[in-house]
């Protein structure tokens, strides 16, 4: 596996189910490979105001005429903000614990568009400029990193340290076969009842 190698954690004793949380889905598995250090949410929501930022340059120099300053005005402030509230959210997970929790992709994902699109509109005064209208772009642009941060990669940062500290983040957490195996005995062990219940029933009609 190749974020082994990146935890130097031994994650043998880890049943399929237990990896899947750690690594999480194509994004999460992609920030898993980095270094701590570098993937510590903090970062991550650093690294998302960038981009952000950085989509943000034609519209300022398409409007503005002294755009440079300004957006390097706000891109600071984004980039700060996303980043405080990467801090933000590991310290509510170091307190709360909580194990990650898959995104909705497909509500996230078009958000920062459709965020840059009502960006863009305002600028060329193709929408309204007003107080509403800043605030929903700038929400649709700025909340899909920081809520997937918390959300997902917070809580996965937490355990992959944990990993690497040679802790076992998965100690009071059964494997998914253990769990399966009870299922199963558990139905199993219903219908047996049932049919003893059912054959009882039988034997009194007779």
């Not at 195996?181 to 007779?206: G, K, P, R």
Request: hydrophobic share 45%; net charge negative; with cysteine.
């Amino acid at each position: 596996m190749p974020a082994d190698s990146v935890w130097d954690g031994d994650i043998s004793s880890l049943d399929e189910s237990q990896r899947d949380l750690l690594t999480g889905g194509g994004l999460s598995k992609r920030f898993s490979n980095l270094p701590l250090w570098l993937s510590h949410p903090s970062n991550i929501g650093a690294f998302y105001g960038f981009l952000v930022s950085s989509a943000l340059i034609l519209p300022y120099a398409m409007t503005e005429e002294f755009w440079f300053p300004l957006w390097l005005l706000h891109a600071s402030l984004l980039i700060f903000a996303t980043a405080f509230l990467g801090i933000f959210s590991r310290i509510v997970n170091a307190f709360t614990k909580r194990m990650p929790i898959a995104v909705n992709r497909k509500a996230l994902y078009p958000m920062p568009f459709i965020g840059f699109a009502l960006f863009t509109l305002i600028h060329t005064d193709l929408l309204v400029n007003n107080t509403y209208s800043q605030y929903l772009s700038w929400g649709l642009l700025m909340i899909p990193g920081p809520l997937y941060i918390h959300l997902s990669w917070a809580p996965r940062w937490r355990l992959l340290c944990m990993i690497e500290d040679g802790i076992t983040p998965f100690a009071e957490m059964p494997a998914k076969q253990y769990l399966q195996e009870q299922e199963s005995d558990s139905i199993e062990s219903d219908d047996t009842e049932l049919m003893e219940v059912i054959e009882e029933f039988e034997s009194e009609e007779e």
